[in-house]
């Protein structure tokens, strides 16, 4: 099969590797048809983060189910499924209580195991991780294209607002205009924000904001943006979502955080943080989240989808086909993109 | 009247001051009976924090109020009052939900207001902030020295139990054995904690940990005790209290706090702070705390207190009146001292 392949910095190629095939009577294999390139993979695709050469690439695909190991009893052959980004064996103390991304035997896609960015994948655990679509999906491409995001990013702006704790009513900020700040604003909204200030710098992915339903929108940098909403606000956001991952991003939100608020953090650090500890111990804002469980989002969140009620698709605003791939990166890193779908 | 000033590092001096007086109408003027000295007013002691020489110190105290302004309504003269270490206007925004110490117009005892470390103290918005206690007590020695804690450390500790999640039946790892870890393991235990292991350095201190509840004494340093603490555990406590303020604290707080938990900080960060953010994100380690709210503490502590269900009082292990203020001071730097009541 073909799949991505990491070679160095800004090289990134699709190459013939072997098929994958059951290992473990848990396992099961998925044809690809469709996957996405992350904001994350920027960081190893820039070099900012150890990535070794030779390995597979892509965290975010769903597709057709191509066979499964003797001991699966939810999925079968020819269903289609998502996956989250982080696989997890469904029954550690960590994936019982909805945090499946600290499995005890859990993983990546990508890396040493199979990427999403290629045309199969060996997924472990297939009871625990892949979430079967209804059939009715298959005819319909608008639909398939907004439940993608719900492998990762969509997951990951909604545990962004879960963790900084926005309510019915709540004015909430969205730190970052990428494709997991967009879905921030869409998680805020669904969750019943009344006010979302979104801080970004695109013009475009600001328009795009407001249609998510943005109400205020910051577009200057770092104090005097804290200065603006600490204006607006008269005092901060009870609830501030951190989608960014570098420390200018995490101080801007500790720095608009109303005294006693949450800051939901789910910006991939990749460098070491020196953050404003100081602001959080005087007015004791929280700072809560991580690496999103998106395994555990997905159920509600699909549902919505399904229903109409929520859209994450604007966000995958270019398409690409497999061989595309290295193409796609560049316009991610070059921010001609948003976010790019492949389609396998 | 006689207070103690800041001079210089290393110099405390109780000097001849003007008697304060009535302001306000919403003020009480307090004759100081009791105070402590604070493991946080040795950072200005050591000139680790700015402090200008010829500020008032000391911000735990309690006494017998001498006079009120027209507009107070619920304390008179003669009334024996603990206050919190913060006062506030008990109106803002903040104040209602129990955030006092983010008050839109509060502050601390001691800098440019009366310090605790006095005979006398102007005490303003004294409705919100003074707690009569029992008359009762003025004949009860003991039961004074237990109440007297609630003015900060037995509240802060709370507050890194609160922000900590403990529930009953937890496990609960405390970081530092001063007084207000030690106040930590009180709280921890009030709140049911099964298990509360305790880091720290100091045998004398570690015995009063365990007379106060703890279940495990972790005497080793850095990474070592992380890993002691993860063994013992088999991954982490659910519930960790940062009660020391430094960088060493924090990661060791963060390093023994399991995947999902809550790290409660109360410890005054007195410098940068470098956090270990990789496993707080990689392991959804949510971090919540700061200055604590102890005026929103104190009623329910305080009816432990007087049911004798809780006494932290052995944490001050010495005693000096207002000229010994200088040798109290001088104790808690060498560390002779856990922490020093001053009889006024």
Request: with cysteine.
């Amino acid at each position: 099969m073909k799949a991505t392949i990491f070679r160095a910095p800004g090289d990134v190629r699709v190459e013939n590797v072997p098929d994958p095939s059951l290992r473990e009577p848990t396992d099961a294999i998925v044809r690809v048809t469709h996957a996405c390139i992350c904001g994350s993979d920027l960081w190893f695709y820039r070099g900012q983060t150890p990535f070794e050469p030779g390995w597979r690439t892509g965290h975010e695909w769903m597709g057709i189910v191509e066979a499964v190991g003797a001991a699966v009893r939810t999925i079968k052959k020819g269903d289609r499924v998502i996956a989250p980004f982080a696989f997890s064996d469904g029954e550690c103390e960590f994936c019982r209580k909805g945090l499946q991304t600290s499995c005890l035997h859990g993983g990546f896609w990508g890396t040493t195991n199979d990427g999403g960015q290629g045309e199969m994948v060996r997924a472990p655990y297939a009871d625990a991780n892949l979430v079967v679509l209804p059939p009715s999906l298959e005819n319909d491409a608008v639909l398939l294209k907004s439940t993608l995001p719900l492998t990762d990013v969509m997951g990951t702006g909604h545990h962004a607002a879960v963790c900084a704790g926005v309510r019915k009513g709540a004015t909430a900020a969205v730190v970052g205009d990428g494709a997991v700040g967009l879905c921030g604003v869409l998680a805020a909204r669904r969750l019943g924000a009344e006010r979302i200030i979104v801080l970004g710098h695109q013009p475009g992915r600001m328009k795009l904001a407001q249609k998510f339903g943005a109400t205020d929108l910051v577009m200057s940098s770092g104090q005097e943006a804290i200065g603006q909403v600490l204006e607006m606000t008269k005092g901060g956001a009870q609830a501030v979502l951190e989608c960014v991952g570098t420390s200018d991003a995490l101080n801007s939100a500790i720095g608009v955080c109303r005294p006693g608020g949450r800051v939901g953090f789910v910006g991939v650090p990749h460098h070491s943080t020196e953050m404003d500890f100081r602001r959080m111990f005087y007015h004791n804002i929280a700072l809560q989240g991580g690496v999103a469980p998106v395994r555990a989002y997905i159920p509600d969140l699909l549902a919505d989808v399904l229903a109409g009620r929520l859209d994450p698709s604007p966000v995958l605003d270019m398409t690409v086909d497999l061989a595309g791939v290295p193409q796609g990166y560049k316009a991610m890193d070059s921010r001609q993109a948003i976010k790019v779908m492949v389609t396998v």
